[in-house]
């Protein structure tokens, strides 16, 4: 079956870059989508279609596509950007239609 | 801006029925453009997607979930609601209810604690 790849955790320093990986095969056909989730919050959707903001969220956030792996890059990592971000496909192949990574823990020192 | 509130009981005993309904403001859900779905996080894990309903009353479910699980639109109260039968300790979890634009989830709601547990 389809799965999505991320690695469970990054730690950075405030002011600092934060790059958070989603692998999967055949990235190039899909979109990928990455979204904040806080404790105690509704999560938030980041980035849309591999590397498009939605109003309202910082341009700090960016994303990108390569094919094989797709990329979260936080800039100038504030500790409120301490949070799970998960990246999402729609997989139309397949049964399990909506698909997510199983998240990776960003931790501001 | 629309809005969702998830709402339903916070514990379900085990082998019995979790209900819950998800009221949506600023925005209809007969609205062609887009479904709506239901998310899971259990504790100290991942988001599991559960199923989804589009305007028309076409649903998907995750094959996983798809014995136990029934996703269903209440147009005249413009909400919708989920029914996840013969839970146990493993479905607990926070719920969360959300509108997907083509293929993403652009509005989420708060999302509820549900525990199982006799």
């Known amino acids: 079956s389809y799965t999505l790849t991320q690695s469970p955790s990054v730690s950075v320093a405030p002011g600092q870059t934060a790059t958070i990986t989603c692998g999967g095969d055949d990235f190039e056909d899909k979109n990928v989508h990455w979204y904040q989730v806080r404790p105690g919050r509704a999560p938030v959707l980041v980035v849309y279609d591999d590397d498009d903001r939605p109003s309202g969220i910082p341009e700090r956030f960016s994303g990108s596509n390569s094919g094989k792996m797709a990329t979260l890059t936080i800039t100038r990592v504030e500790a409120g950007d301490e949070a799970d971000y998960f990246c999402q496909v729609w997989d139309a192949r397949g049964d399990l239609h909506v698909l997510f990574g199983g998240g990776t823990k960003l931790t501001v020192l | 801006q629309v809005r969702l509130q998830e709402s339903g009981p916070g514990l379900v005993k085990p082998s019995e029925t979790l209900s819950l309904t998800c009221i949506v403001a600023?925005?209809?859900?007969?609205?062609?453009?887009?479904?709506w779905g239901w998310i899971r996080q259990p504790p100290g894990k991942g988001l599991e997607w559960i199923g989804s309903?589009?305007?028309?009353?076409?649903?998907h479910y995750n094959p996983s979930l798809k014995s136990r699980v029934t996703v269903s639109l209440d147009t005249s109260k413009n909400q919708f609601s989920l029914k996840v039968n013969s839970v146990t300790a493993t479905d607990t979890a926070i719920y969360y209810c959300?509108?997907?634009?083509?293929?993403?989830?652009?509005?989420w709601g708060q999302g509820t604690q549900v525990t199982v547990s006799s």
């Open positions: 959300a509108r997907m634009t083509v293929d993403y989830w652009g509005d």
């Open positions: 600023g925005g209809s859900i007969s609205s062609a453009s887009y479904y």
């Open positions: 309903v589009y305007f028309s009353g076409t649903t």
